[in-house]
């Protein structure tokens, strides 16, 4: 997007740190020091675009057959079939060894999110100059710093339509939902029914809560049933659909009386709530939506905990007045959780082949951005093969003709 182009721009004037112990050229082909040049082959990738100019840089989630490792590599072999996350973390540092990789302090040279936030996250895979520049995983072959770290085997009995999420979504869900400090019982309101909102609803009600209410609207109103139809408990909120004088907040209290528990935020930036808000992003100058924070504070119930995924300006008075906890979840450290979402798909407690509706080759690329960018219904997750990937898995969806 402009401003990870412009970050870019400004990165090259005022000059990178130097606390970054991985180069962001990973077509280094320096052998010896690195795995072999045809580096790894990747079987598949998702995809999850938003609009084109963020698209080309973005995403990489990737499951690869490792074809060479670096000399110092001790735990992956080559042959191994693993997942790659999608922060790079070294695993030495104070935040790694917290198991807080999202954070590391050694794979992100870029100055300017450090001189603004006085921190700065991980390295990330194909995401923005902010967070390190890093060449995205739509490709056949990357090469993945800190190879003990990073990648992850999976087991022959979990297919790959399945393990391959672990590498973002999966984590990202289920980090919001255990971050927030989501407990048995609790009432949960969920903003936003893509992917990561879909998954965010199965984790909860797999930790024990009792109700959850999805919200959702506008282009994106067609994820309410698709959500409903995986998961029948599941309440509906459509805000384009509400009857005459109600709003998300009135619906809200009068089917939960005093307000949920926890609400999560799984939709910065994906629609208008305001008409400021409608016009920034008719301009292509939307930054985020704090609308949608206010209604999150406004709903819970006092002491109520919410999670937000995405970034905002927001009124703090009712924040403090109310005593709300209100959580930024931060990038997912997926280092942290893949072992258990592993346990989850094995036992069978979470479905990651709920989400997954489209699969694609990688050389349709360009329609499936083109698709995503029209707002096609029914695409909510899609499973990108590429010459290596094996035939789909039972369960998993045949190619799709775009
Ligand atoms: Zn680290």
Redesign the pocket.
């Known amino acids: 997007m402009a401003a990870s182009q412009a970050a870019s721009v400004v990165e090259k004037v005022i000059e990178h740190s130097d606390n970054a112990t991985v180069t962001i050229d990973v077509s280094n082909h320096d052998k010896g020091a690195y795995g072999q040049e045809t580096g790894e082959k990747i079987k598949a990738t998702t995809w999850q675009g938003k609009d084109s100019s963020r698209c080309q840089s973005q995403v990489l989630w990737m499951k690869v057959t490792v074809e060479s490792v670096g000399p110092t590599v001790k735990k992956v072999k080559a042959g191994d079939r693993v997942v790659a996350a999608f922060p790079i973390?070294?695993?030495?540092?104070?935040?790694?060894?917290e198991q807080l990789?999202s954070v590391?302090?050694?794979?992100n040279e870029n100055s300017i999110t450090h001189a603004i936030h006085g921190k700065r996250t991980?390295g990330v895979f194909g995401y923005s100059h902010f967070t390190g520049g890093f060449a995205g995983g739509q490709a056949e072959y990357v090469r993945v710093p800190y190879g003990d770290v990073n990648p992850l085997q999976l087991p022959a009995d979990v297919p790959d339509e399945k393990g391959l999420y672990r590498s973002d979504v999966l984590a990202t869900a289920y980090h919001c939902v255990v971050d927030t400090g989501m407990k048995k019982g609790d009432v949960v309101a969920i903003w936003g029914g893509g992917p990561i909102g879909q998954m965010a609803v199965e984790y909860s009600f797999s930790q024990g809560a009792t109700r959850v209410i999805l919200i959702d609207g506008g282009e994106g109103a067609w994820r309410l049933d698709f959500v409903k139809s995986k998961i029948s408990k599941l309440e509906t909120i459509d805000f384009n659909n509400l009857p005459r004088g109600e709003s998300i907040l009135s619906q809200l209290k009068m089917i939960v009386p005093g307000g949920p528990d926890v609400a999560l935020e799984f939709a910065a930036g994906e629609y208008a709530k305001g008409w400021a808000h409608y016009f920034e992003m008719l301009l292509g100058m939307e930054t985020d939506t704090s609308e949608i924070l206010n209604e999150m504070i406004t709903a819970v119930r006092p002491f109520g905990r919410i999670g937000i995924t995405g970034t905002n300006h927001f009124s703090i008075g009712a924040l403090m007045q109310t005593g709300i906890r209100f959580i930024g979840n931060c990038q997912a450290p997926v280092q942290k959780y893949w072992e258990h979402l592993l346990k989850f798909i094995r036992r069978q407690e979470i479905n990651p082949l709920d989400m997954v509706t489209h699969r694609v080759p990688l050389e349709n690329m360009p329609e499936l951005y083109a698709a995503f960018e029209r707002r096609d219904q029914g695409m909510q997750k899609v499973y990108v093969q590429t010459r290596f990937s094996s035939p789909p898995a039972e369960g998993s969806p045949q190619l799709t003709d775009l």
Not at 90 to 96: L, S, T
Not at 104 to 107: D, F
Request: glycine content about 6%.
């Open positions: 973390a070294c695993g030495e540092c104070r935040n790694c060894k990789m590391c302090e050694r794979t991980a």
